[in-house]
Every structure is written in structure tokens, then in C-alpha cells.
């Protein structure tokens, strides 16, 4: 029920961690001098001044931690159960890669054979209590032993995936570790009961009848965990390969390990590892001699020589440290990012100027030039196109009449228009000539339609078509009389045109449907003081206009 509580309170320190102090951030700005250290200031401004192609290496953060966790030890003593230790550890990035950390460890182990034994004799510890062990009758023991270990190493540490081609950090950290240490041990031994005499293994021996398999071994090692009710008073030899300290054995150790690292913010994080150690040692468990169940006869002695071993299993938590004008430690950061930024947004990098060519001069680089031979100081607009203020089909630069009514068009080659005359002159003249006194008359050809488009449709319905045909027969009833076909909408140039398009339309069909001359019409458009979805047909006789008129935006037209 404890360790239920202890895994809910350390989950729960986790997420607050995560929340409190945010995910993954971005990475540092190179350009900050605050954050190099002063040995490195003259890369930093070359870099910055841009004689150096590389930033210099940021002071960074350095890591500390406490881990926990269930060790396995492998000696000639086979494990009891469930053992742990911790250990702490500071670690220092000396590039992207690779890092120096070191690491103290207090380890615990303890082994319980479930094989009797009567090789003891060498043992001297065990053959003080047993006698040597060499007569056929001699008792059957079993060996044990509880050994804490203290370990000190310095190990160099590889970062495997910090490195990314495809993102600028990573969230967790995969590295292998490995290095020299030295450790020292004490080992103890349960030989003695309760009642202060070495123990008697006999009953455990005619309980199992000599049958210590490996099939029975769990119910043998269950047997004996509930005999051995004595403390471990007992120091086993100790062996002196490396000398002592304050008595204690030293022994140089190797370890090597793998790690995964996940992280919480930009302080903390989660480590999960596993780390081996070699030993020079083989009395770790308190035995080196050979001594295996043999039921028929006394084994034979052996020493071995095999070097103990044991594993540590852990997982903790880190933070890092110092982090004043420092970065991430290094092996958080990608040193691509950096480069992969500026490629994308350059901030540092020098860039040369661009070159566009513009071949007329006329302020649009050819290759959004519509018009790429527009004459020297011609304006233009944002296409390279010559303007054309008053859409007559004359550019501005040679046009001498820069705004030319839309009813004095169409225009001469310097962009000049012809107006009609005013509706008070004109009724005068038809009054003139209505008396002889002129070139022409009113005829009498009578009431004439008005022809109705729909939208912006320049098609004629039938019904208009119908009207057009009996206007037709009316011009045929009246062979001196003319007619002005009038369209409205000068608003704009699209209007203008869409007029056009309604006048010509209309026209068209009286000649080439009804078979009008088109002699007998006067062509009207964008006029105003209309319905611009209307044409009007009025008695033209007598007034003077063109029959046909140049689209007035041909450009607009195709679209």
C-alpha cells in the first residue's frame, strides 16, 4: 500500500513539474554575447562581425540528480531477492555529444545459495564455525551473504539522438555511458541463530531428503529464509587487491550503461537507466572457492577466480543547474538548429543586393513587365503598362487631350475627339430645316421602341427581336428617315463598353437580320440620362454621327 503511494505522490510531482514550468522551448539566439564566456568572446565577435563562419559555444547548464532502484548482483552466491540502492551524480556537457559525469552509488546485495555445501574448509571464516569440512560426515551448510557496496566513478557520456534533421529539439535523450571507479564493500553472513549457536542445517537436508534441484528450489529457499532468524553478525573475508581504506577493501570497477532521459521543462527531467559493473574483486559475496552440491562425496575444492559483478536498475530525476546567462546543457540542443534558421530566416548571414533587370526604364522589372518596350518616361502602371486616363485607346504619353468625354470619342491619333453638337442646336437646326431652311427634315416615321436588356447581357430576347422587326418595316415605309440608336452608362469603363456592345448588337441585327442599310443609323453609346440596361431608337433624321464607332476598351472586351 506504501509504494502505491509513493508511485500516485511521484506521478503527480511530474505533471505539476510540466505544468509549472512549460514544455520544450525554442533554442538560444546565438547573437547574445551575455551568454558566452569570456575565453570565447573573440570567436563570438568575429562570428558576430561576420569574419567567422561558426557561433561560439554558449556557456551551458550543468545537471544534477538522484536516481533509485533494484540491484542484482552476480557472484558465486545466488541472489536472495529484491535488493536496491541510489546513488547522485553531476554531469558537464563538453560538446553536443559528449559529457563527463560523476556518479557515487551505494549499492546493496544479498545472495542465498539453495544448494547445500560441505567444500567450506578453505573459507576460513566459515571453517571457524564448521570445522574444514573434509570428512564425508562433515555438516551441511548453506551459503549466504548481505554485502553493501559504495562506488565512485567518473564516466563519459554519449548523447545518440540530439542531433535532428527534421526538428530543432527533442523532448527525450537516449545515451550510452562508461568509465573507471573505484568501490569498497563490506559483506556480512548469517552463521549464527538466535540462540547464539551456528546454525543446524539438518532438518532442512531431511525435509528435501537431498533433493535440492532445481525444481524445488523456491520451496528450499522459502524453508531456509524462515530459519535464517539471526542477525548478519558475521564479517566474511575480505580481500585487499587494490589495499584498503580505514580497513575496507578498494577495488578498481568499470561500468557501462544505457540511459533514456525524458523531459519535463527546460529544468527538469526523468531518467530511466541501466548500469553494469565489473569488479577486480571475487569477494564481493564473502566466497571464491568452488563449492557445489555433490550428495555422494566431498566436492572438491576449487578457487575460481571469477571476478563478481552486479547490476543497478534505476530510474530518477535531474535539474539543472547554474543556469545564469547559460543555456540547456548541450546535450538537449541541436546544434543544426541554429543553421536551419537562418537559412530560413536570415538574420546574421550576409545577403547581396539584388540585381532585376528593367530593360524600358519604366520602374517594373521585366519579368512582371506586360509591356516590356514602353518609351522612356512614359507612365505606367503596376503591370508596366502605359496608362490610358481617359480609355480613348491612346496612351497618356502621346495623347494631347489627357481627358477626352466619353461622348466626343472615338478620337483621332493624338487622342483628340470630335463632341456633338448641344440638344439645343440640334432642335434648332431640325426647326431650320423642318422650314426648308436646311439639309434635312424630321420625317414622320412615328413612335419607335425601346429595347431592354437583361443583367449584363448583351443578347437580344425575343421579344426585342420582335420590336426590331417591326421597326424595320418602318424604315422600309420610310426610306428618307434615319435612326440614332442610343445606349446609356458612362460610369465606367466597363459600362461604357457593356453600352457599346448593346448598341452594336442592336444595330447588327437590323442589318444583317432585317436588311438595313447601315447608312441610316446614327451610333450612340455611354450616354447619360438613361436606364443603362436600355436602348433607345429615336428619329436620327437630320443629325449627323458616325454608324459604326471602335469598341471604346477592346482589352476589357475580350476578357
Request: some cysteine.
Amino acid at each position: 500500500m506504501a509504494s502505491k503511494k509513493l508511485t500516485l505522490l511521484f506521478g503527480l510531482l511530474c505533471l505539476f513539474l510540466s505544468y509549472s514550468y512549460g514544455q520544450v522551448g525554442q533554442s538560444y539566439d546565438v547573437r547574445d554575447s551575455s551568454l558566452i564566456p569570456t575565453r570565447r568572446l573573440a570567436q563570438h565577435n568575429e562570428f558576430l562581425n561576420n569574419a567567422y563562419p561558426f557561433p561560439a559555444k554558449p556557456r551551458n547548464e550543468w545537471e544534477i540528480g538522484v536516481k533509485g532502484g533494484y540491484t542484482y548482483g552476480l557472484t558465486d552466491i545466488q541472489n536472495w531477492g529484491p535488493t536496491g540502492g541510489f546513488g547522485v551524480h553531476v554531469r558537464k556537457a563538453l560538446g553536443y555529444v559528449f559529457s563527463l559525469r560523476a556518479e557515487y552509488d551505494w549499492i546493496r546485495l544479498r545472495g542465498l545459495n539453495y544448494q547445500p555445501t560441505q567444500a567450506y574448509g578453505k573459507n576460513l571464516v566459515l571453517a571457524s564455525y564448521y570445522g574444514n569440512g573434509s570428512q564425508l560426515n562433515a555438516p551441511y551448510i548453506f551459503n549466504n551473504y548481505r554485502s553493501t557496496v559504495h562506488e565512485l566513478s567518473l564516466q563519459g557520456v554519449f548523447t545518440l539522438n540530439n542531433i535532428n534533421f527534421h526538428k530543432a529539439k527533442t523532448s527525450w535523450n537516449m545515451y550510452f555511458f562508461g568509465g573507471p571507479g573505484l568501490a569498497t564493500y563490506s559483506t556480512f553472513m548469517k552463521t549464527v541463530s538466535s540462540s547464539g549457536a551456528p546454525y543446524d542445517y539438518t532438518d532442512i537436508f531431511n525435509q528435501f531428503n537431498g533433493q535440492f534441484d532445481y525444481k524445488h528450489r523456491k520451496d528450499i529457499r522459502s524453508a531456509l529464509k524462515n530459519k535464517l532468524n539471526g542477525d548478519w553478525s558475521t564479517m566474511a573475508e575480505r580481500g585487499s587487491t587494490n589495499g584498503t581504506l580505514g580497513g575496507a577493501p578498494i577495488m578498481l570497477v568499470g561500468v557501462v550503461g544505457i540511459g533514456f532521459q525524458f523531459k519535463l521543462n527546460d529544468k527538469f527531467n526523468i531518467a530511466v537507466e541501466d548500469k553494469f559493473t565489473f569488479t577486480s574483486s571475487d569477494l564481493i559475496d564473502g566466497q571464491q572457492w568452488q563449492n557445489n552440491y555433490t550428495p555422494s562425496a566431498v566436492t572438491s575444492i576449487a578457487q575460481t577466480r571469477s571476478a563478481d559483478s552486479y547490476n543497478f536498475l534505476s530510474v530518477g530525476i535531474n535539474y539543472n543547474i547554474f543556469g545564469k546567462h547559460a543555456v540547456e546543457p548541450l546535450w538537449w540542443l541541436n546544434p543544426l538548429d541554429y543553421a536551419y534558421n537562418e537559412i530560413n530566416a536570415p538574420r546574421h548571414m550576409k545577403l547581396p543586393k539584388p540585381v532585376l533587370d528593367d530593360a524600358d526604364g519604366d520602374g517594373v522589372t521585366d519579368q512582371f513587365d506586360l509591356e516590356p518596350n514602353t518609351p522612356k518616361g512614359s507612365p505606367v502602371d503596376s503591370h508596366g503598362v502605359s496608362r490610358d486616363t481617359d480609355g480613348d485607346g491612346v496612351p497618356d504619353f502621346k495623347d494631347k487631350e489627357l481627358i477626352t468625354p466619353t461622348q466626343c470619342q472615338p478620337v483621332d491619333a493624338d487622342g483628340v475627339g470630335k463632341c456633338p453638337d448641344p440638344q439645343c442646336c440640334k432642335d434648332l437646326k431640325a426647326y431650320i430645316d423642318s422650314n426648308g431652311g436646311g439639309i434635312g427634315h424630321k420625317c414622320n416615321i412615328g413612335d419607335l421602341p425601346s429595347i431592354t436588356f437583361k443583367g449584363r447581357s448583351v443578347t437580344l430576347s425575343k421579344d426585342a427581336k420582335a420590336l426590331l422587326a417591326s421597326t424595320a418595316e418602318k424604315l422600309r415605309n420610310s426610306p428618307n428617315c434615319k435612326i440614332a440608336v442610343i445606349g446609356y452608362g458612362e460610369s465606367s469603363k466597363s459600362a461604357q463598353q457593356l453600352s457599346w456592345d448593346r448598341v452594336n448588337g442592336v444595330i447588327n441585327y437590323l442589318v444583317e437580320k432585317e436588311g438595313i442599310s447601315s447608312d441610316r443609323f446614327i451610333f450612340r453609346y455611354g450616354q447619360s440620362g438613361g436606364e443603362e440596361n436600355t436602348v433607345d431608337l429615336k428619329d436620327g433624321t437630320g443629325e449627323e454621327g458616325p454608324n459604326t464607332v471602335p469598341a471604346p476598351h477592346p482589352n476589357l472586351h475580350k476578357k
